[in-house]
């Protein structure tokens, strides 16, 4: 029986996967002319990303390492034989986006207390969307910002933690600099850029 719960949580997760590979198909210029707003393309990626993370999240590595002890979860997961981090697997999926040439949106996962130092905020519109949903619970923060010559739609989205393994990880770890989260604290948030240009 755990055989198929496992499978079925690996599979529910691919297939809200493969939502988001198909809304990647569909370019700030796709959408312009199909009449969803930026704000609108925003929302619907980050629900998909919600969803995988959250299913990944509870029903894989929080399942099995915390209530069925099978395998444990580990930022070495490839040395050590375990589970991917949830944050490893989103940012995974990130890295895997923004090798799509035509993916028409990029997105990361960022704290304004990181464990890894890649995962905080480096622009103004980021710094000041993290502490927003900090703030702000259950709101979102949209702006837009030019970088590298390009003018960016930039929704920031609340990540919270779903699971008592979410949170123990970043309570326990050497590197974090806030130790005393609970379960639905803004952790962090996710990062959606959609070009305008």
């Known amino acids: ?22 809304l990647s198909g569909c370019g700030e210029s ?28 509870r029903n894989v590595v929080n399942r099995l390492v915390k209530q069925d002890k099978v395998i444990k979860a580990s930022e070495h997961w490839a040395d050590d034989k375990a589970l991917p981090l949830p944050a490893q697997m989103f940012r995974m999926g990130a890295e895997m986006v923004a090798k799509e040439p035509n993916a028409g949106f990029s997105y ?9 130092a890649q995962n905080a ?5 980021e710094k000041t969307g993290l502490q927003y949903v900090v703030d702000n619970p259950g709101q979102n923060y949209y ?12 929704g920031v989205y609340a ?23 609970k379960l639905g604290d803004v952790m962090g948030g996710v990062v959606i850029r959609i070009p305008l240009d």
């Not at 990361?108 to 890894?116: A, D, G, M, R, V």
Request: charged letters at 20%.
């Open 1 to 22: 029986m755990k055989k198929k719960n496992i499978l079925y949580a690996v599979l529910l997760s691919g297939a809200t996967l493969t939502s988001t590979l198909f």
């Open 121 to 125: 905020p480096k622009t103004e519109v």
């Open 143 to 154: 702006a837009e910002e030019e970088l590298g010559g390009v003018k960016y739609f930039t």
């Open 108 to 116: 990361s996962l960022q704290s304004i207390w990181p464990i890894n």
């Open 30 to 57: 796709e959408a312009a002319t199909s009449g969803i707003s930026p704000q609108k393309m925003a929302d619907g990626l980050h629900l998909v990303m919600k969803s995988d993370r959250t299913i990944y999240t």
């Open 159 to 181: 990540d919270t933690g779903v699971a008592a393994a979410c949170v123990d990880c970043h309570n326990e770890h050497k590197d974090s600099p806030k130790t005393d989260f």
